[in-house]
């Protein structure tokens, strides 16, 4: 069991402390940051402008120590900018690969929804299948490689919809949420002298979190509760105020999600709380709803929930 007391040791809530550190009382938030990094999944935040998206996203990348880079996401990027192209040497009489911002370990995609979805939908590849295809040729990305993804709520002005494809790749969609007085008058105190995501430091390896990653892939589940996170996918497909329901990649990032919940809570077994706890993160983004349903702002996922019963408890 000592392998998995690596969920509550202080690596991990010191990354969490560091991220604190400019995203004050948002420890949920980051938590779920760094599930989606145990998971080797994608994260959308989507929220109204100003609230700490990208300082958000960056804090992660300086705490854990992973390289990251910064796309910001405008009408006029192209595709080429983030997944390289192909220069010709004049000296070496040949071709040559330049690479593109997708050759990090973590990439800030800054207002994702501001790029056209030529732009966006480069992104698919590399988010799926962890490479890039320039010219024929198949670029490996670093490993471990996870998108962050910023969008601004739609019906800004100049913003493109992400289309049900690439929504299905992020397996998180969170949003950051306005602070409460008392924190919104820490962080502007916090910056009178200076902006604190400049005293974030690097408080784990790659090493350590490769490590983290093999474990999490380890965590027990048994068939009643694999039973039970498709059972719950599939209700969305049932659902008659649900248009399109959620995919098999939904289930995969709940189990894997659950998987990682369960480690940061020291244990090496998922229960259906565990599942039951990441579903407001992994679903909702993946169902398209009736218009009637929108309209009345019907909680479909909570009557879902309701409709499927869990396999056990920890109570019983």
Do not use: W
Request: glycine share 6%; net charge neutral; charged share 20%.
């Amino acid at each position: 069991m000592d392998k998995y007391s690596i969920g509550k040791n202080k690596k991990l809530q010191q990354v969490a402390d560091e991220v604190e550190k400019v995203i004050v009382g948002k420890r949920d938030v980051i938590t779920m940051l760094l599930i989606a990094l145990l998971s080797e999944g994608h994260v959308l935040i989507e929220d109204v402008p100003g609230v700490g998206k990208t300082t958000l996203a960056t804090a992660l990348g300086k705490a854990t120590g992973l390289m990251s880079r910064r796309a910001q996401f405008t009408p006029d990027v192209m595709a080429s900018d983030l997944t390289g192209f192909n220069m010709f040497n004049k000296e070496a009489n040949r071709f040559e690969y330049r690479q593109g911002l997708v050759m990090t370990n973590i990439l800030l995609a800054d207002e994702i929804n501001r790029a056209t979805p030529k732009t966006q939908s480069a992104l698919l590849e590399a988010m799926e299948e962890h490479n890039v295809t320039v010219d024929g040729v198949t670029h490996k990305l670093p490993s471990p490689f996870m998108v962050i993804a910023t969008q601004n709520e739609l019906g800004y002005v100049g913003t493109f919809p992400l289309p049900e494809a690439q929504l299905d790749r992020f397996m998180m969609k969170i949003s950051v949420g306005y602070p409460t007085m008392e924190q919104e008058i820490n962080m502007i105190a916090s910056r009178q002298y200076n902006n604190p995501i400049d005293n974030i430091i690097p408080v784990c390896t790659k090493e350590e979190l490769a490590d983290a990653i093999a474990v999490v892939r380890e965590i027990n589940i048994e068939p009643s509760v694999y039973k039970y996170i498709v059972e719950l996918v599939a209700a969305t497909r049932n659902h008659s105020a649900v248009q399109l329901g959620a995919s098999p990649r939904a289930s995969l990032a709940l189990m894997r999600t659950a998987q990682s919940y369960a480690f940061l809570n020291g244990r090496a077994y998922v229960l259906p709380e565990d599942v039951l706890r990441m579903t407001p993160y992994v679903l909702p983004h993946r169902l398209r709803l009736t218009r009637d349903a929108r309209l009345q702002h019907m909680d479909v996922l909570r009557e879902i929930v309701k409709s499927v019963k869990p396999p056990f408890s920890k109570n019983g």
